[in-house]
């Protein structure tokens, strides 16, 4: 059974930093690439970030290229979400997800939801002004 759990959420004021991290389990996590996305209230979950099997690429949306940095640690089937200078509209549940198929992956592109099969069940960051 998969499971993906994410942690490091809370509560944090402006321009503070935090660093979540995403455990994952039952899959063959060097061989599958990642993505977070997180979900404001009230709004639809949207893309963050991305990292390959390898780590060797990475992709970004606009909204947080610059502040924030995806890595993976396969040795230790752990995936990273390093937030820098975080405003309140960072404000929302961050959640970590996996895909093992490259054909899905690629077949949806790194930054849709249908391209992970695997998801975390959240965990909230709230960033105070």
């Known amino acids: 059974q998969v499971q993906m759990v994410e942690s490091g959420g809370g509560l944090v004021h402006t321009g503070d930093s935090l660093r979540l991290s995403c455990a994952a389990s039952?899959?063959?996590?060097?061989?599958?690439?990642m993505g977070w996305f997180r979900q404001a209230p009230g709004k639809a979950r949207e893309f963050l970030t991305a990292?390959?099997?390898?780590?060797?690429?990475?992709f970004y949306a606009d909204s947080v290229k610059g502040r924030f940095t995806i890595s993976r640690d396969n040795a230790n089937n752990m995936g990273y979400l390093q937030m820098n200078s975080l405003r309140p509209e960072d404000t929302a549940v961050y959640y970590c997800?996996?895909?093992?198929?490259?054909?899905?992956?690629?077949?949806?592109?790194?930054?849709?939801?249908?391209?992970?099969?695997?998801w975390g069940q959240g965990t909230q960051v709230t960033v105070s002004s």
């Open positions: 997800a996996a895909e093992s198929s490259a054909l899905v992956w690629r077949a949806y592109g790194y930054h849709s939801q249908r391209s992970y099969t695997y």
């Open positions: 039952g899959l063959t996590f060097s061989k599958s690439a």
């Open positions: 990292i390959t099997s390898s780590g060797e690429s990475t």
